[in-house]
């Protein structure tokens, strides 16, 4: 293939792809999490942090924990090309097996859905 040779599928399947999708794939998990947390943080009767791991922290806990009226809700934060880890697939699901709510969220859409009933 000669230097400097532009295949022209490519550029239309680039500009294919939307600005604000491009965007959306570029987003940050931690930017995710703090736009859930400024949510959560305004909604009534709602208690909520973000579980930071660490050396004394526990491994697969979701990224944000909450209590909302009475419920234990946690949330863990993905972007929209993330994945769960098996640690992180154990812990959701021993969440939900001690009647608590556990979710994966990609958006502050996501968790709102969840939290109005929407989804």
């Known amino acids: 293939m000669a230097r400097g040779y532009r295949d022209p599928t490519a550029d239309s399947a680039i500009s294919s792809v939307t ?15 703090a736009e859930i947390l400024h949510m959560l943080r305004e909604r009534p009767d709602t208690f909520c942090w973000k579980e930071h791991g660490g ?32 640690l992180q697939e154990v812990t959701l699901r021993r969440i939900r097996d001690a009647g608590g709510q556990a979710y994966v969220v990609r958006s502050v859409d996501d968790a709102e859905a969840i939290l109005d009933g929407k989804c």
């Open 19 to 33: 600005r604000e999708e491009r965007m959306m794939r570029r987003r940050l998990e931690r930017d995710i999490v």
């Open 55 to 86: 050396l004394y922290g526990q491994a697969g806990i979701p990224d944000i924990i909450c209590c909302i009226q009475g419920r234990f809700v946690a949330f863990e934060v993905k972007t929209s090309t993330g994945r769960l880890s098996k």
